[in-house]
């Protein structure tokens, strides 16, 4: 994991949103923070929405 | 090492689910000494049992390591894999669904409905929602303070629901409920196609004839769907196009059979089962009806408690490791959701049922890319109908003895004989 950057896990689905590679895909630079992901964007792989996503420590 | 034949002849056979203290038990000793080993009962291929969430959640997270499709996606004895493929041309199952698929023929399925059911995309429903949700409880009511409530409210309202947003007409309903009992509950004689308590061969049988019937019932539904697109799910799966292709034939049935069956079963489970544990709990409507926001612990309680699926299989495509045990490739593993979401090692007290629980990480509706398509839907409808209900009734008790469905795969009860008053 890079410096200062997090991982956040779906509480659904267990997929894994990781800061340092972001979500190009879906138009999500690497290097993009959590909380800087629009409100309404919601896990790719089931729907989940940001509220519902843990921090992984 | 092989798990004891007792254990292992438990954990297959439908009667134990049915009387679930059995299954509990028998998976609290595989969970307590051989979470993860391998069964060899009579009349089936070798398989292993994975009891524990951590291992369960391990192998979901894993799906290119460990196929849906490889082999039988639900536990079936050698004869039933036999024939499977000998029906479906070399297929392991009969329907080609969801469940069924894996990789890039999985993702591009998904997809096609995947969007049509986020949160955000069916919050829009919940006032059509909430007006099935009354019709039901005014129906519950009008029997005057008794009733089956899974025959009178639990097996009908998830299925308008899904009717609903599927695009099937009301008066179809009766066939489709019947449909999806002979599907999932062979092994009951009150619920399966015959009626009557059936040889492993005749079920297979019973099966075959039960799935070409619902394919006749929806080869008029594609037609009827590409003349006139709606915005339904089945209109989504009707006109759907795949680099270019609409769907293939055992693919569209498959979409279409399993919208339609594990659609609502599950959730009509799920919703038996929680009123089965409110009437034997008396301190909890009161609980309920004084803190209104325990409404979603109450929901995600209920959907662990009854995990309506209570099993299915994945195969490995190499060798590989899970918890320091060597699986092979070609190794076929029962995910047992019902024991997962007893595990001890994640709920200190999993035989308890409790609104409270700070989390409540359940796994009843799967992990990983497979994790249930319907899981945002359910548990709106849930929430919905208890919200409604506990604004109607003062309280519930038992009227005599619940039972459960002869299954071992997605079953719950099949009568819930509940007292109740009005509010």
């Known amino acids: 994991m890079a410096d200062g950057l997090r991982q956040w896990r779906c509480r659904n689905c267990g997929f894994i949103y990781d800061e340092a590679l972001g979500l190009p895909d879906e138009g999500i630079a690497p290097g993009t923070r959590f909380e800087d992901i629009p409100d309404d964007w919601y896990c790719p792989d089931c729907g989940t929405e940001k509220p519902d996503f843990d921090l992984l420590t | 090492m092989t798990l004891p034949r007792e254990l292992a002849e438990t954990i297959i056979d439908p009667k134990a689910y049915a009387q679930r203290d059995l299954a509990d038990a028998a998976f609290r000793t595989i969970r307590a000494t051989a979470p993860l080993d391998r069964a060899e009962p009579e009349g089936f291929n070798p398989f292993w049992v994975v009891s ?66 986020t949160p955000r995309a069916i919050k829009p429903l919940e006032d059509q929602i909430r007006v099935i949700a009354r019709e039901f409880v005014d129906h519950m009511l009008s029997f005057g303070g008794e009733c089956d409530f899974a025959v009178d409210v639990a097996f009908l309202y998830p299925l308008r629901v899904i009717m609903t947003v599927l695009g099937v007409p009301q008066e179809d309903e009766p066939f489709m409920l019947k449909l999806t009992q002979e599907l999932f509950n062979n092994a009951d004689p009150e619920l399966n196609r015959a009626r009557r308590e059936l040889s492993r061969e005749d079920m297979l049988k019973s099966l075959w004839e039960t799935t070409m019937e619902l394919e006749d019932y929806f080869a008029s539904v594609t037609k009827r769907f590409r003349e ?28 279409y059979i399993i919208a339609a069956t594990a659609g609502h079963d599950t959730t009509s489970n799920t919703t038996g089962g929680a ?42 495509v190499a060798d590989t490791e899970i918890s320091g045990r060597a699986i092979s490739a070609g190794d076929w593993l029962m995910l047992s959701y019902q024991s997962g979401n007893r595990d001890e090692a994640v709920w200190d007290d999993p035989f308890e049922f409790r609104i409270d ?67």
């Open chain 2, 52 to 117: 524990r969430h951590a291992d369960i959640k391990d192998i979901e997270r894993q799906p290119d390591l460990f196929h849906n499709g490889d082999r039988s996606t639900f536990l079936s004895d050698r004869t039933g894999e036999e024939t499977n493929r000998a029906l479906t041309g070399g297929e392991p199952n009969l329907i080609r669904s969801l469940v069924s698929v894996d990789g890039k023929e999985h993702r591009d399925l998904r997809g096609v409905v995947f969007p049509h059911v």
């Open chain 2, 228 to 255: 006139n697109p709606t915005d339904q799910i089945n209109s989504l799966i009707a006109n759907a196009k795949i680099d270019g292709q609409y769907l293939n034939h055992r693919q569209m049935m498959g979409y």
């Open chain 2, 275 to 316: 009123m089965w544990a409110l009437a034997e709990r008396p301190h909890l409507l009161a609980r309920m009806k004084a803190n209104p926001e325990r409404i979603s612990g109450f929901v995600e309680e209920s959907i662990r408690w009854e995990t309506p699926v209570k099993h299915f299989m994945r195969s490995a």
């Open chain 2, 357 to 423: 629980r700070e989390t409540n990480p359940q796994i009843a509706f799967g992990y990983g890319v497979h994790v249930c398509l319907g899981q945002h839907l359910a548990r709106m409808e849930m929430r919905i109908l208890w919200e409604e209900l506990f604004a109607r009734i003062g309280s519930v008790e038992m009227n005599g003895e619940g039972q459960r469905t002869i299954s071992n795969f997605v079953c719950g009860p099949k009568h819930v004989p509940i007292r109740f008053t009005a509010q």
